[in-house]
Every structure is written in C-alpha cells, then in structure tokens.
C-alpha cells in the first residue's frame, strides 16, 4: 500500500530561477490489488508522481508511505534497493536495450536486486508475457507489441509490489493496446498498478481514474 500525505513537489524554473510547486496532495493511498490510472494534460506532474513513488525523485516535503516505510528517508543507496524490489517500471518508449537479446533484458531488470541474475526466473517472466518462443530475439527483430511485453517481462521479474506504467501503449495501436492492457492486469492482480494514460479507451477499463488536474496546488492570495 501507498500512503501519500501532504506531498510537495517544486522544480525551479530554470531561466527565472523561481521555484514552481508541480505537485500539492493532501492525502492519497493506492491499494494493494487495485488499479490506478493517472491522467490530465501534459506538463501537469504525472511522470513526476511515478518518480517520486519508485523513489527517483524525493519530494520537497511531505511524506510518501510504501508499507509504512517513508521512501524519502531512505539513503540513495536503499533507496535504490527499495526500487529494484517493490517496483516494476513500464515506458512508452518500452526503453529496452538494443544490443542484448528479449532474455538478456529482462535479465538486466534483475542486476539491481543485490540477489543476482537468475535465468530461470526471467524465462518464467518471459513465458508468462507469451514470448517463450522469443527468448533470443533481439528489441528490432520483434513487434512493438512483443517488445512492450519484453517490457513487462522485465516490469515482473523480480515480483514486486508496485507497477508503474508511464503511457505503456501510448505507441500501440488499439488491439495491441488492449493486449498490453489486459497482459498487464493478468500480472498485476496482487499488486498495485498505477498507469499513465492519455487514452479514453484505457482509462475506461479501471476503476479508479486519478484526475491529477485535483493534485494542482490552490493560488494562496
Ligand atoms: N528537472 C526539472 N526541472 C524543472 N522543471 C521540471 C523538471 N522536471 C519536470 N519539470 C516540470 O514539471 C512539470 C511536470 O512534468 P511531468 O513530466 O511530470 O509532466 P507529465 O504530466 O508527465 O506530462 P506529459 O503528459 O507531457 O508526459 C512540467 O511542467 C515540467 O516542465
Ligand atoms: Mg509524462
């Protein structure tokens, strides 16, 4: 579970100078086994909230609970553990590694653990996503679709807790969309899953939509 409580986020603008506060949330929790999407207009904070939960970002004040610890308060270093273990992370731009076969990705996803690699897990991630028969197949011998689910092999590979997924099939077209989707709600049933989405026939499938536009701070006169 996430437990967010009077979080703030301020970058400065860099010509001005000026702190600009980006994210203002008084209180919010994501639950374990439900799904979240995130959605509003560009520019309003919804990548930056993914950072701050996988503990990429710190925010300025506030705290940010995941099962009661306050990722902020960890050192970079646990930080960095706290991110390899809890967290799974999806892009749109699926972000996977030219050079290294669909398996060698996937098993790149494990290098941060501190547990090592282990191959027989990310076949098992790999065959859970329908690409058993992929294993050695390098990002551009692939379809977009079997490299989002390459993506989402890596996401689950080391179990975590949370899944984040920023805009995941802002790239495919809608069938291959609602594959990715639905992939992603099969492997997500225990879990927290929190999506990134501009698209109407996404956000329509979950229970939760987070208006973000709700997170933008009030004007103080
Ligand atoms: N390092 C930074 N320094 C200054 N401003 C930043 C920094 N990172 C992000 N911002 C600003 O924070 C705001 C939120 O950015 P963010 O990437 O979270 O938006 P978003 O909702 O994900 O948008 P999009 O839908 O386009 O991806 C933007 O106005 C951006 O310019
Ligand atoms: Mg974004």
Redesign the pocket.
């Known amino acids: 579970m996430i437990e967010i409580k009077n979080l703030k986020?301020t970058?400065?603008?860099?010509e001005t100078k000026i702190d600009?506060t980006?994210?203002a949330i008084p209180s919010y929790e994501f639950k374990k086994g439900e799904k979240y999407a995130?959605f509003?207009?560009?520019?309003?904070?919804?990548?930056?909230?993914?950072?701050i939960i996988s503990g990429l970002?710190t925010p300025d004040s506030g705290e940010l609970l995941v099962n009661g610890v306050n990722v902020a308060s960890l050192t970079e270093a646990d930080r960095d553990q706290y991110r390899a273990k809890n967290i799974g992370y999806i892009f749109q731009s699926f972000n996977l590694l030219d050079g290294f076969t669909a398996l060698e990705n996937v098993m790149l996803g494990m290098l941060f653990t501190g547990q090592g690699t282990d191959k027989s897990k990310a076949v098992a991630a790999l065959t859970k996503v329908g690409l058993a028969d992929r294993l050695h197949y390098m990002p551009s011998q692939l379809s977009v679709g079997q490299q989002q689910r390459v993506s989402v092999a890596r996401a689950i590979v080391n179990d975590p807790e949370i899944i984040l997924a920023?805009?995941p099939t802002g790239n495919l077209d809608p069938a291959t969309s609602n594959d990715i989707l639905a992939l992603l709600f099969e492997q997500s049933k225990d879990k927290t899953l929190i999506v990134?989405t501009?698209e109407e026939h996404v956000l329509n499938q979950f229970d939760h939509k987070v208006d973000?536009l709700s997170f933008i701070p009030q004007p103080t006169n």
């Open positions: 986020k970058f400065q603008n860099p600009q980006i994210l995130l509003g207009p560009s520019g309003i904070g919804k990548t930056t909230l993914l950072h970002l920023d805009e990134v501009h973000m």
